[in-house]
């Protein structure tokens, strides 16, 4: 643990000035703690929690894309249409769309969504799922296929005339010019820990997204993609997206009930499942965190990803609204100005973060916009720089 900042503190030199939400969209109620077998949508259900995403005051909703899940272009497509405000992310794997035709339907997307639409860009972790839709190239070369269908998706936005393309993964005559977006290029997003990621991101992705880490950790990712976007010559650096899984109750120590309850159906869930070692380098990072420590930093749990094999985003941050707030602008503090929040219990989940986080991580930034000092949230919100919530934790899972 460290010294918690003391009020009014000097902000870090390292802070966003701003923090964007982001959530997932989900297409029926089943969740994780309540699976309900189905491959379909309710429409009722999808409606309900799109219009809570609008209202809740979050700023991105990512469609999620799988070999067997709903298409996440008609999907963003009809978030598109049910908010006004909020901007699909739609998640793309180059090897299920030709990249000339993902820059036509994103373009389409974002003209129909007058300027919201942004990419995230999934090379692919797991060789069986890429498998499914006919995809064998080597895990090792997904991510320069990326590379080249960043620049052809850019071309094929920008360029005047009529260009064709001759590289490693593509090749077309004579395309364009391809249909423009709304209001100039549309914000490309990837993720991943390998090192081909980092090269890709830090040289041509305008988001860089990461999984929740502690801090010291994260932080030092942070400075390698932005060393490595530096040293392609790009005055621009990546924005950073962070995800967590919150557990939020009325206090701290609620909070730890529920999340010693929560752990305990998924991993029975996820037990009947079965495991295996996880190819992707972020899954990877996550386990190997798991093992070392359960709690980090102010409020970072890192047994959901322990008892779920790190499937996906899954560590958790716990505690009262004010904590899990707080220890969001620790994050923000680093350098994260996309935070990605989405529960287990999903909608109202979605619901609560919207009532009680948000409104708190956006007043401390106002707070320090308008005096240039920081507010008094992290200070008077400690989590585990406090021993009396290590206690919560240790007391919930006995």
């Known amino acids: 643990m460290s010294d918690t900042p003391a009020p009014d503190a000097a902000i870090p030199p390292t802070a966003s000035p701003e923090v964007e939400f982001i959530s997932l969209s989900h297409l029926n109620p089943s969740t994780e703690l309540n699976p309900v077998p189905t491959r379909g949508i309710d429409l009722r259900f999808f409606r309900r929690y799109v219009q809570a995403l609008e209202d809740a005051g979050y700023d991105y909703t990512l469609l999620p894309y799988g070999s067997s899940s709903a298409d996440s272009f008609v999907v963003a497509s009809a978030v598109g249409q049910l908010t006004e405000r909020i901007r699909p992310i739609v998640a793309l794997r180059p090897n299920t769309t030709f990249p000339t035709v993902g820059a036509q339907k994103l373009a389409t997307l974002d003209q129909l969504t007058e300027g919201r639409a942004v990419v995230h860009l999934i090379s692919g972790g797991n060789d069986a799922e890429q498998a499914r839709q006919g995809d064998y190239l080597p895990k090792d070369r997904r991510y320069a296929r990326t590379s080249e269908y960043i620049d052809i998706l850019r071309r094929s936005w920008t360029e005047p005339a009529p260009f064709s393309h001759d590289g490693e993964f593509y090749r077309f005559d004579d395309f364009g010019p391809g249909f423009a977006p709304y209001d100039g290029p549309i914000p490309i997003s990837i993720g991943g820990q390998s090192d081909e990621a980092f090269a890709v991101g830090g040289a041509k992705a305008d988001i860089f ?56 159906r998924i991993a029975e869930i996820h037990k009947q499942r079965g495991q295996g070692v996880p190819q992707n380098v972020g899954s990877q990072r996550a386990l190997a965190f798991a093992a070392r420590s359960e709690l980090y930093d102010r409020a970072l749990w890192t047994r959901t990803a322990a008892v779920t094999n790190a499937a996906g985003a899954s560590t958790a941050l716990v505690g009262a609204p004010e904590t899990v707030a707080a220890a969001i602008l620790d994050y923000v503090d680093h350098g994260a100005s996309l935070v990605s929040i989405r529960g287990y219990d999903t909608l109202a989940d979605a619901e609560d973060y919207g009532r009680h986080i948000l409104p708190l991580v956006r007043q401390e930034l106002a707070h320090r916009a308008a005096t240039g000092r920081r507010g008094t949230l992290q200070a008077e919100h400690p989590g585990n720089y406090d021993p009396a919530y290590a206690r919560y934790a240790t007391a919930a899972r006995s």
């Open 209 to 264: 997204s990461f999984w929740g880490e502690p801090l010291d950790d994260l932080r030092g990712e942070i400075d390698r993609v932005h060393g490595l976007a530096r040293a392609a010559g790009r005055t621009t650096l990546p924005r950073i997206w962070v995800t967590f899984r919150p557990i939020i109750a009325r206090t701290d120590e609620l909070a730890w009930r529920k999340a010693q309850d929560y752990v305990t």
